[in-house]
């Protein structure tokens, strides 16, 4: 069944320093292109028809953004990045609800250096998701064989890869559900890497949607350097 898809809020994480990258700056403004990766990153969004704006949570003193192309679009906020993910988020979600954001409505989080994905990924989701009483993510399920290590390295059990998923973004849920879930995690000082884990810890199962593989987070140079290849030509 196809729905209708939804009116949305996109949150955008953009603290982060990228240290392994090793580069001269936070790997979301690195070039790709004619764009940095996180003006490609925004575009995805930017282009969408139900879209009801963004929220990029910036380090304080970060000296790039305000630089950026996106800086100035009207349709984008700019809130403070916290220590942590979870803090950048929950700083973004607070700017939305003073802004009269309601509880209901749907937030998509997406990682400040996936510049890849797709606007069919970003439409499933939505449409898979509209009616969902809890919302879910974008995932990729496992292919290689998977093995569990030891403290000295050695390979201590090989996993069935047939129950496992690596979690990619956007991640979607409900604005009070995600800021309860959340903010709950940071006083009871349980570490959440992603949204859906804040949304796990509450008690609740979120929903796996398959996505394409190629929606990669730029981590590591090589990430960098094989989206280069794969976008030569591109603006």
């Known amino acids: 069944m196809i729905h ?8 955008i994480p953009a603290a982060g320093i990228g240290a392994r990258m090793a580069a001269d700056r936070p790997k979301q403004y690195l070039q790709l292109g004619r764009q940095t990766i ?3 990153s925004l575009d995805c969004f930017l282009d969408h028809p139900t879209l009801k704006g ?6 304080e003193e970060d000296p790039y953004w305000p630089g950026s192309r996106c800086a100035n679009d009207r349709r984008i906020q700019r809130a403070a990045g916290g220590r942590e993910r979870a ?5 973004a979600l607070l700017l939305l609800h003073a802004q009269g954001a309601a509880d209901d409505d749907w937030v998509l989080v997406h990682d400040a ?29 496992a292919r290689d064989t998977l093995k569990r290590a030891d403290a000295s390295g050695r390979v201590s059990a090989t996993v069935d890869r047939t129950t496992i998923w690596q979690a990619y973004t956007p991640q979607m849920f409900r604005l009070g559900m995600l800021h309860r879930a959340l903010a709950e995690c940071l006083v009871a000082d349980v570490a959440v890497t992603d949204e859906s ?18 929606n990669i987070k730029v981590t590591r140079p090589e990430d960098l350097e094989w989206l280069r290849q794969r976008w030569a030509g591109r603006s």
Do not use: M, Q, T, Y
């Open 4 to 11: 209708e898809l939804p009116a949305f809020w996109a949150v």
């Open 38 to 40: 996180l003006e490609h």
């Open 54 to 59: 963004v929220v990029v949570s910036v380090a």
């Open 87 to 91: 803090d950048s988020v929950l700083n």
């Open 113 to 141: 250096a996936r510049p890849n994905l797709a606007r069919g990924d970003l439409d499933k989701l939505l449409s898979e998701l509209a009616d969902d009483p809890v919302g879910g993510l974008l995932a990729v399920p």
């Open 197 to 214: 884990s804040a949304i796990e810890w509450a008690g609740h199962a979120p929903r796996l949607i398959e996505g394409r593989s190629d």
